[in-house]
C-alpha cells in the first residue's frame, strides 16, 4: 500500500532549466493536489485536480504547469525555474467528500541555483 | 481568499509538559484537521473535526471545533520526544469545495 508516491525526493536546477515532478497514488482518489511549502510559512496551493483531464490553478500557479491524463498520475511541470521556485514540494490526494483529509506524499526537495 | 491564522508559530517545552495551539479565521469552515509533519515527510493527519462545538481526542492529543465556527485548537498532552515536529490546521470552507486552506505551522521542540 504505497498511498502518494514523489519523485525525485531532491533535485537542484540551474536557472532556466524545466523539469517535472512526479506524484502517483495508487489508491484511486479523484483529487489530487500540488503545495509548496517555505521556510516558516505554511503550505500554498499550486494546482488541483477533481479528475482525469480536469484542472484548476490554486493560490499561486505562476510559473507551473500540470496535467492529469490518468486518475493515478498528476505530475507538475516548472518550466524555466527561478530562483523564487526553491521550495519543497507536496503532492496530496484526496477521495472527495467532506469527511476526509488529504494523503501526502513525503515531499521533493527543489533547489534553483 | 481565506486565511488561517495559527499561534504560536513555535514553542520550546520540557517533556512532560501540555501543549496547546490554536487556529483562528475570519471566515467560517465547515471542517477542521490538525495535521503533523516530521521532518522530511509530508504532513500525517491526526484529528478532524466536523461539527461546531465537537471535542475529539486522539491518545494524548484533543482537539476543538470552535462554537462560531471561526476557529479551533489542538492540546498535547504529557509531552514525550516523538511529539517534535511542525503541527498545522487546516480548513475546509464553502460545502462541496475540497480545497483545505492550511496554518503557517507550530513548530513544536521539546528538550528532554
Same mark, same amino acid.
Given at each position: 500500500?504505497?498511498?502518494v508516491t514523489q519523485t525525485p525526493?531532491?533535485r537542484?536546477?540551474?536557472?532556466?532549466?524545466s523539469m517535472t515532478l512526479q506524484c502517483a497514488q495508487?489508491?484511486?482518489?479523484?483529487?489530487m493536489y500540488w503545495?509548496?511549502?517555505?521556510? !516558516?510559512? !505554511?503550505?500554498?496551493?499550486i494546482y488541483y485536480s477533481?479528475?482525469a !483531464?480536469?484542472t484548476?490553478?490554486?493560490?499561486?500557479?505562476?510559473?507551473y504547469n500540470v496535467s492529469r491524463s490518468t486518475t493515478e498520475d498528476f505530475p507538475l511541470r516548472l518550466e524555466?525555474?527561478?530562483?523564487?521556485?526553491?521550495?519543497?514540494y507536496?503532492c496530496?490526494s484526496?477521495?472527495?467528500?467532506?469527511?476526509?483529509?488529504?494523503?501526502?506524499g513525503?515531499?521533493t526537495?527543489l533547489?534553483?541555483? | 481568499?481565506?486565511?488561517?491564522?495559527?499561534?504560536?508559530?513555535?514553542?520550546?517545552?520540557?517533556?512532560?509538559?501540555?501543549?496547546?495551539?490554536?487556529?483562528?479565521?475570519?471566515?467560517?469552515?465547515?471542517?477542521?484537521?490538525?495535521?503533523?509533519?516530521?521532518?522530511?515527510?509530508?504532513?500525517?493527519?491526526?484529528?478532524?473535526?466536523?461539527?461546531?462545538?465537537?471535542?475529539?481526542?486522539?491518545?494524548?492529543?484533543?482537539?476543538?471545533?470552535?462554537?462560531?465556527?471561526?476557529?479551533?485548537?489542538?492540546?498535547?498532552?504529557?509531552?514525550?520526544?516523538?511529539?517534535?515536529?511542525?503541527?498545522?490546521?487546516?480548513?475546509?470552507?464553502?460545502?462541496?469545495?475540497?480545497?483545505?486552506?492550511?496554518?503557517?505551522?507550530?513548530?513544536?521542540?521539546?528538550?528532554?
Open positions: 500500500n504505497a498511498g525526493k531532491f537542484i536546477l540551474k536557472i532556466g532549466q495508487d489508491m484511486n482518489h479523484n483529487y503545495y509548496r511549502q517555505d521556510p !516558516g510559512m !505554511g503550505l500554498k496551493l477533481v479528475g !483531464g480536469i484548476d490553478k490554486g493560490e499561486v500557479p505562476n510559473g524555466l525555474a527561478a530562483p523564487s521556485q526553491t521550495s519543497v507536496f496530496a484526496s477521495p472527495g467528500g467532506d469527511y476526509y483529509g488529504y494523503t501526502f513525503s515531499g526537495r533547489t534553483v541555483v | 481568499g481565506q486565511q488561517l491564522n495559527q499561534s504560536p508559530q513555535s514553542m520550546f517545552i520540557q517533556e512532560g509538559e501540555d501543549v496547546s495551539m490554536n487556529c483562528t479565521s475570519s471566515s467560517i469552515f465547515n471542517t477542521w484537521l490538525w495535521y503533523k509533519q516530521d521532518p522530511g515527510e509530508g504532513p500525517v493527519l491526526l484529528i478532524a473535526l466536523y461539527k461546531a462545538g465537537e471535542l475529539t481526542s486522539n491518545g494524548r492529543l484533543t482537539a476543538q471545533f470552535g462554537i462560531t465556527r471561526k476557529d479551533s485548537f489542538l492540546n498535547i498532552s504529557a509531552s514525550i520526544p516523538s511529539d517534535v515536529g511542525i503541527y498545522f490546521c487546516a480548513g475546509r470552507g464553502i460545502q462541496g469545495a475540497q480545497k483545505l486552506v492550511f496554518g503557517q505551522g507550530t513548530r513544536l521542540t521539546i528538550n528532554p
